[in-house]
């Protein structure tokens, strides 16, 4: 039966939160309008106070420099222009020396030119610099596919937040993939952190985007995933880079109420339903995915149940093992007795806000926070041209 992948309606929380690092930002017009009125009406007032109008008159040659620095091309030669008629016209009507009057003026003028290409050099690098940056961002989404994701047996939601701000990316890694076998999601840590644990966690993300819907079987989805790392391993290998290994948890998801897990030196899953917060797969880990040549047995599949009501949650570390400014770590469990029976959306989120509080803003590491529940209801057979309707509050 075929299956599809898609992606949720987006949350008003997450459009509120959308990255701006893709755009230029300079003040209104109007604003510098009135900044610039202003602080001229200051120095006049002011120099007619102190009785040294003019002198303090040529201290606005310096306002088009800071325009420059935080204005559009044609918003600074407005401020230049402007500069240029108070400071030349009081100059004119002075009775000062006349090579004074002419050095001012003359500083009015190339202070407000140099103000003007100085602003189109910063225009044409940020551009350059944004666009860059989108051509990244478009990137790094298609590696992490934005959330929520909904197939027709889950609706996974949760929170993603490299630890470096400037990248929407880092060593944690998730995905999900709707195959004739049901739904599988992925979430893991990458041992490291920098472009090189990135790199990993690209291989491992193709890796299982691809055994997804060729392997039958869990455990033969983490046997890809395995040949995966060992193969990046084997080119870093030979770039003179360390070895890196993958903490995972696979999931593989039906119609019916069992959900099979291979869990591989990650932290376990917690079931909350019925007021009880439950970790699932404890003490059936298997070695992290790099490492499967170190021990003998093999990876094998648990079962435990997870009923409609229910939420799963996945993590990573960043999350059970922040600190408080005291040392003290994270506790998760016990936060997460008191979030028993609110929705997927609303859990991962209240998460993230009370570890931020937790530990008073200092993220040490990657955060991925993914609350999963079972659809309310079987969509049926579906196409992949299948309109996306209104994701149900699950």
Same mark, same amino acid.
């Given at each position: 039966?075929?299956?599809?992948?898609?992606?949720?309606?987006?949350?008003?929380?997450?459009?509120?939160?959308?990255?701006?690092?893709?755009?230029?930002?300079?003040?209104?017009?109007?604003?510098?309008?009135?900044?610039?009125?202003?602080?001229?009406?200051?120095?006049?007032?002011?120099?007619?106070?102190?009785?040294?109008?003019?002198?303090?008159?040529?201290?606005?040659?310096?306002?088009?420099?800071?325009?420059? @620095?935080?204005?559009? #091309?044609?918003? /600074? %030669? +407005? *401020?230049?222009?402007?500069?240029?008629? !108070? $400071?030349?016209?009081?100059?004119?009507?002075?009775?000062?020396?006349?090579?004074?009057?002419?050095?001012?003026?003359?500083?009015?003028?190339?202070?407000?030119?140099?103000?003007?290409?100085?602003?189109?050099?910063?225009?044409?690098?940020?551009?350059?610099?944004?666009?860059?940056?989108?051509?990244?961002?478009?990137?790094?989404?298609?590696?992490?596919?934005?959330?929520?994701?909904?197939?027709?047996?889950?609706?996974?939601?949760?929170?993603?937040?490299?630890?470096?701000?400037?990248?929407?990316?880092?060593?944690?890694?998730?995905?999900?993939?709707?195959?004739?076998?049901?739904?599988?999601?992925?979430?893991?840590?990458?041992?490291?952190?920098?472009?090189?644990?990135?790199?990993?966690?690209?291989?491992?993300?193709?890796?299982?985007?691809?055994? @997804?819907?060729?392997? #039958?079987?869990? /455990? %033969? +989805? *983490?046997?890809?995933?395995?040949?995966? !790392? $060992?193969?990046?391993?084997?080119?870093?290998?030979?770039?003179?880079?360390?070895?890196?290994?993958?903490?995972?948890?696979?999931?593989?998801?039906?119609?019916?109420?069992?959900?099979?897990?291979?869990?591989?030196?990650?932290?376990?899953?917690?079931?909350?339903?019925?007021?009880?917060?439950?970790?699932?797969?404890?003490?059936?880990?298997?070695?992290?995915?790099?490492?499967?040549?170190?021990?003998?047995?093999?990876?094998?599949?648990?079962?435990?149940?997870?009923?409609?009501?229910?939420?799963?949650?996945?993590?990573?570390?960043?999350?059970?093992?922040?600190?408080?400014?005291?040392?003290?770590?994270?506790?998760?469990?016990?936060?997460?007795?008191?979030?028993?029976?609110?929705?997927?959306?609303?859990?991962?989120?209240?998460?993230?806000?009370?570890?931020?509080?937790?530990?008073?803003?200092?993220?040490?590491?990657?955060?991925?926070?993914?609350? !999963?529940?079972?659809?309310?209801?079987?969509?049926?057979?579906?196409?992949?041209?299948?309109?996306?309707?209104?994701?149900?509050?699950?």
């Amino acid at each position: 039966m075929f299956r599809s992948l898609r992606a949720a309606p987006v949350p008003v929380r997450s459009r509120a939160d959308r990255d701006d690092s893709t755009s230029i930002r300079t003040p209104p017009t109007r604003a510098v309008a009135l900044v610039t009125v202003a602080v001229t009406v200051v120095t006049v007032v002011l120099g007619t106070v102190a009785e040294t109008a003019v002198l303090l008159i040529g201290l606005l040659v310096f306002l088009p420099a800071f325009a420059s @620095a935080l204005c559009t #091309p044609r918003q /600074t %030669a +407005l *401020v230049s222009a402007w500069v240029s008629v !108070v $400071v030349i016209v009081p100059v004119a009507l002075s009775t000062e020396q006349l090579a004074d009057r002419v050095t001012l003026a003359l500083f009015a003028l190339g202070f407000g030119a140099l103000a003007v290409y100085g602003s189109s050099l910063r225009i044409t690098r940020e551009g350059a610099l944004v666009r860059l940056r989108s051509t990244a961002a478009a990137m790094q989404r298609q590696i992490l596919r934005p959330l929520p994701l909904l197939t027709d047996d889950v609706l996974v939601d949760g929170v993603y937040e490299p630890v470096q701000q400037d990248k929407l990316v880092g060593g944690d890694i998730y995905d999900v993939a709707a195959t004739p076998w049901g739904t599988r999601v992925l979430i893991g840590d990458v041992q490291g952190k920098g472009l090189p644990a990135i790199g990993m966690a690209i291989d491992v993300v193709g890796a299982f985007r691809e055994a @997804a819907h060729r392997e #039958p079987t869990v /455990t %033969a +989805l *983490v046997d890809s995933l395995e040949a995966a !790392v $060992v193969r990046h391993n084997g080119y870093a290998e030979q770039r003179g880079e360390p070895e890196r290994f993958v903490t995972a948890v696979v999931l593989g998801m039906d119609p019916g109420t069992e959900t099979q897990l291979v869990t591989c030196g990650h932290i376990p899953p917690y079931l909350l339903h019925d007021g009880a917060v439950t970790a699932v797969g404890a003490g059936t880990e298997h070695a992290p995915l790099g490492l499967a040549d170190l021990v003998d047995e093999p990876r094998t599949v648990s079962w435990f149940p997870f009923p409609a009501g229910a939420t799963l949650l996945l993590c990573t570390d960043g999350l059970t093992e922040a600190r408080s400014p005291a040392g003290t770590f994270y506790p998760l469990e016990a936060r997460l007795a008191g979030h028993v029976d609110i929705t997927a959306g609303r859990l991962t989120h209240a998460l993230v806000d009370d570890v931020h509080a937790f530990t008073e803003g200092a993220q040490q590491d990657d955060l991925a926070v993914l609350a !999963v529940r079972r659809s309310p209801h079987r969509i049926g057979s579906t196409s992949a041209s299948a309109p996306l309707g209104t994701a149900p509050v699950v």
